[in-house]
């Protein structure tokens, strides 16, 4: 079901692998990172002005927290807190990696304010055992694991309620619902919330204020948007093949962020596709919700 999204804007950005999208309302500022370029992004929206932040290392997912210029990171090799404008590194927490465990990617906080990351297989293939996990980190620097066996985390996003949890693994396109209990930060009840059409890998998604699921479609330049059953009430068209990660931003929260890439794209793939890795942006008549914050920098 397509409905008339209407893209409003384009930022110009050509980013190689852009990730983990979010709006900050304090500052109307959009965020996100170039996983493969070792970039921190900063849009000012009203000004459309772009800054680009070095990063010690790939940085796949981060969440904003109430320490200025800080944010709590899942680098390639772990958690930390970093300041983007000193550049001044703590880490938490790296973990032994498994046989055949890459580095992080995708994050989020959860209603609580832990943050959560999970990481992907070195090599994402069908053919070896899938060995990504999912961890968290509360709020006193402690990190635990709840899922194994992983071949691509993404996707992670809560209810609005925070009673559910929404984590994809793209290698078989498949995004699962958990019960999820607020209090323990513990996910129980796994089961399949929705497969992706062929061709397309769940990625990056957000929930919106009505309890909706919002997923860029990696593969197939879409942004499907599923109800709480499961099934697709909406898509939203993207001018480029491999729509990365959506966060609700603008004012109002109603307009639709949509990161992309071009890695992996051939030289005539990506003559026929000029846009794949800039940012777009959707008026959806849709409200999304603020991000909850890390709790744990003081």
């Known amino acids: 079901m397509v409905q008339n999204f209407r893209m ?10 852009g990730e983990g999208v979010q709006w900050r309302p304090g500052d109307r500022s959009l965020w996100w990172t170039d996983i493969l370029d070792n970039k921190m992004y900063r849009l000012e929206w009203r000004q459309r002005s772009v800054r680009r932040i070095d990063v010690p290392e790939p940085l796949g997912s981060f969440a904003f927290t109430a320490k200025p210029n800080t944010v709590a990171a899942a680098f390639a090799t ?3 807190l970093f300041d983007y404008e000193s550049g001044a590194l703590d880490w938490i927490h790296r973990p032994d990696f498994l046989e055949g465990e890459g580095r992080f990617n995708d994050g989020r906080a959860d209603r609580q304010g832990r943050f959560w990351s999970g990481t992907m297989m070195a090599s994402p293939s069908h053919k070896s055992p899938a060995a990504g996990r999912l961890f968290c980190l509360d709020a006193i ?9 992983i071949g691509i985390s993404n996707g992670l996003c809560w209810s609005p309620d925070g009673g559910t949890l929404y984590f994809a693994d793209s290698l078989p396109g498949i995004i699962y619902a958990y019960d999820f209990d ?5 996910p129980r009840n796994r089961r399949v919330f929705a497969k992706s059409p062929a061709g397309g890998s769940p990625d990056g998604a957000a929930v919106d204020a009505a309890g909706n699921v919002w997923s860029a479609q990696w593969g197939i330049g879409k ?22 990660c959506v ?32 940012v777009f942006v959707f008026e959806t008549g849709t409200k999304g919700l603020p991000e909850t914050i890390y709790r744990g920098a003081a």
């Open 8 to 17: 409003i804007a384009e930022i110009l950005v050509g980013n190689l692998l």
């Open 223 to 244: 942004v499907l948007a599923y109800n709480p059953a499961g099934e697709i009430i909406a898509e939203v068209p993207v001018p480029a093949s491999q729509p990365t």
């Open 182 to 186: 607020g209090t323990t930060g513990t």
């Open 247 to 278: 966060a609700f931003g603008g004012e109002d929260l109603d307009l639709l962020f949509v990161t992309s890439a071009k890695d992996g794209l051939d030289k005539d793939t990506l003559e026929g596709e000029p846009s794949a890795g800039n």
């Open 141 to 149: 620097g402690a990190v635990s694991e709840h899922e194994h066996n």
């Open 78 to 80: 772990g958690f930390a």
